[in-house]
């Protein structure tokens, strides 16, 4: 567990009842709570490694999944704002082979209301003696042509799709000519000096091991759902999961700690964002207009949790062995990220416990 001395008497707050109401945790529990001044605190709680008896710390890495969706959303913000992406323009001008008859928009696929099937890609997957050779276009046609029915027509549901974001990834690279991690990693990582994140399991840093607890429904139905293969050894009654990378990094494949994601989403909060412009904020914190004048609880990048008195925008992420959240509150100029190597950890009842007690007494 790691205090760093803040200016912010909320941030403070919040970082001491989740340390405090937390502190039994045994598996990995990584913190980050940052205002738009960048003061921050890290609580790192319980096991980065069973076996190991390795404890969490402000340098473990965990796999972030879906959370990957909002870095995707970034970039495809700032190609929009230099020019270069037409986020109302039909996708097929930029993914040609896209195999569905109807105009799907490029903000519509970041807002999860192109229409296209919410496949369940648990074995959309590949360990990491295969990685150097994976072929990811050919992945991505090919859970295209398993899935090119639309369930809607584009625009007039929100629909969560994995596939949506993969298609973005691909347009990404289309625009720029470059792979999606090179762009992310230039425009996004370096810019804000993120040391700790990227799309390859780290080598040279402490990588959390992903765990389910051996008396759950995940664990007990993961034969239905995963390979063998990814099925480690059980550690103290939880199974490890073997590390592994996701066939399409721009809708779940990135791996960081919880302080460089605050890092990110404290930036978007921010007027003199170094991501991105006025403009392309707006943009990424307004809710999805629907066909017919209603809107989404989605923006292009974020969901938008209800609450009677707080904007909320969120993103979860999570997979075999991990669960994670983020949650940014433009009201408060507050970000904060959770994430664990606990498969089925409620990430959603520590956010909820924030913003009944701790947030709403600051406020008031």
Not at 27 to 49: K, P, R, S
Not at 63 to 71: D, E, G, P, Q, R
Not at 99 to 115: C, D, F, K, M, V
Request: aromatic share 10%.
């Amino acid at each position: 567990m790691s205090l760093v001395t803040c200016h912010s008497s909320l941030v403070t707050q919040l970082a001491q009842h989740v340390r405090t109401a937390h502190a039994d945790a045994d598996l990995g529990f990584q913190f980050t709570v940052m205002d738009t001044t960048g003061a921050f605190e890290n609580v790192n709680l319980g096991l980065a490694d069973v076996a190991g008896n390795v404890p969490v710390t402000d340098s473990t890495v965990f796999m972030s999944y879906s959370m990957s969706k909002v870095i995707t959303a970034i970039s495809a913000l700032q190609l929009a704002q230099e020019g270069l992406l037409d986020l109302d323009a039909d996708a097929h001008q930029y993914i040609p082979w896209l195999p569905y008859a109807q105009p799907i928009s490029t903000r519509q696929l970041l807002a999860h209301t192109a229409g296209i099937p919410n496949a369940i890609p648990l074995r959309w997957v590949h360990l990491p003696d295969a990685h150097g050779t994976f072929k990811e276009d050919s992945a991505l046609r090919a859970v295209l042509a398993d899935n090119a029915d639309l369930t809607s027509t584009p625009g007039t549901r929100y629909r969560y799709s994995n596939i949506d974001y993969w298609i973005v990834g691909a347009i990404i690279e289309h625009i720029t000519g470059r792979s999606y991690e090179a762009v992310v990693r230039d425009k996004i990582f370096r810019p804000l000096g993120l040391t700790h994140t990227g799309f390859l399991i780290p080598s040279t840093l402490p990588l959390a091991k992903g765990y389910l607890r051996r008396w759950t429904w995940m664990n007990l139905f993961k034969w239905l759902v995963t390979d063998s293969e990814y099925w480690g050894e059980y550690e103290d009654g939880k199974l490890n999961i073997v590390p592994h990378y996701v066939n399409g990094p721009a809708y779940g494949g990135l791996y960081s700690t919880s302080h460089d994601l605050a890092r990110i989403c404290a930036d978007l909060l921010r007027t003199n964002s170094i991501l991105l412009n006025a403009a392309s904020r707006a943009t990424l914190f307004t809710a999805a207009t629907l066909a017919d004048g209603s809107t989404a609880e989605m923006t292009p990048g974020l969901h938008i949790v209800p609450h009677p008195s707080l904007r909320i925008f969120m993103k979860e992420g999570g997979g075999a062995g991990f669960h994670n959240e983020l949650r940014l509150y433009p009201d408060l100029g507050i970000v904060a990220v959770l994430q664990t190597n606990d498969a089925t950890f409620d990430v959603k009842k520590v956010y909820e416990e924030l913003e009944e007690r701790s947030m709403i007494e600051d406020r008031e």
